[in-house]
């Protein structure tokens, strides 16, 4: 399985981006798929992830801003980020859980003025 992710850029406080997260190869339906981000100095974190295409779960400080969605026929993840905020800025990395771990590449995300 490889995760090709896309959409990151430099945007303004109070901007949108939309990253993708597209996975090839053989990935269950039920698999977990999301989304992680790591800021120089800090530790990597939780963003949003789905499971399967039932549920959902985000991070403390994107609850009510982010929007994650899946297509299962595309095993595509969106991540759309609305309201952001400087302390989005970080490299996000693509993640699916299905007999074991993936990781993407990471996709930067810069909010500045």
């Known amino acids: 399985v490889q995760l090709q992710a896309s959409g990151g850029g430099l945007v303004q406080p109070g901007g949108s981006l939309r990253l993708s997260c597209a996975a090839s190869?053989?990935?269950?339906?039920?698999?977990?798929l999301g989304w992680f981000r790591q800021a120089p100095g800090k530790q990597r974190e939780l963003v949003a992830v789905?499971?399967?295409?039932?549920?959902?779960k985000y991070g403390d400080s994107v609850k009510g801003r982010f929007t994650i969605s899946r297509d299962g026929a595309k095993n595509t993840v969106y991540l759309q980020m609305n309201s952001l905020k400087p302390d989005d800025t970080a490299l996000y990395y693509c993640?699916?859980?299905?007999?074991?771990?993936?990781w993407g590449r990471g996709t930067q995300v810069t909010v500045s003025s």
């Open positions: 190869g053989t990935i269950s339906s039920t698999s977990t």
């Open positions: 993640y699916a859980l299905d007999e074991r771990q993936y």
């Open positions: 789905t499971y399967g295409e039932i549920s959902a």
